[in-house]
Nanobody, 120 residues
Framework: VQLQASGGGLVQAGGSLRLSCTAS????????KGWYRQAPGKQRELVAR???????NYADSVKDRFTISRDNAKNTMYLQMNSLKPEDTAVYYC???????????????WGQGTLVTVSS
């Protein structure tokens, strides 16, 4: 089982990017949990969470600019990022609980990270 984050890149301030997080492999069930980011020299921080019922919450720094969503049929979670700022520059990681086929419990998985660079 693998969690693959993609969609990062270089964008000018004010621009937009959409990150994707796709799970692959022998998956029985998946609960996407959220996106985190880690800027150089800083600790990893929560950006956005999505709950099983569909509710969401966001870090104050990204509220009203970022939107988290998921497509369960595609085993994919998204992060739409608008009005990007230089301070959004970081490696973005996705996180999910996945139950593999033939296994009775969920395990915590992280994507490998995708780099977002916002130039001023």
């Amino acid at each position: 089982v693998q969690l693959q984050a993609s969609g990062g890149g270089l964008v000018q301030a004010g621009g937009s990017l959409r990150l994707s997080c796709t799970a692959s492999g022998s998956i029985f069930s998946i609960n996407f949990k959220g996106w985190y980011r880690q800027a150089p020299g800083k600790q990893r921080e929560l950006v956005a969470r999505i709950f099983s019922g569909g509710s969401t919450n966001y870090a104050d720094s990204v509220k009203d600019r970022f939107t988290i969503s998921r497509d369960n049929a595609k085993n994919t979670m998204y992060l739409q990022m608008n009005s990007l700022k230089p301070e959004d520059t970081a490696v973005y990681y996705c996180n999910a609980d996945i139950r593999r086929v033939g296994v009775a419990v969920y395990c915590d998985y992280w994507g490998q990270g995708t780099l977002v660079t916002v130039s001023s």
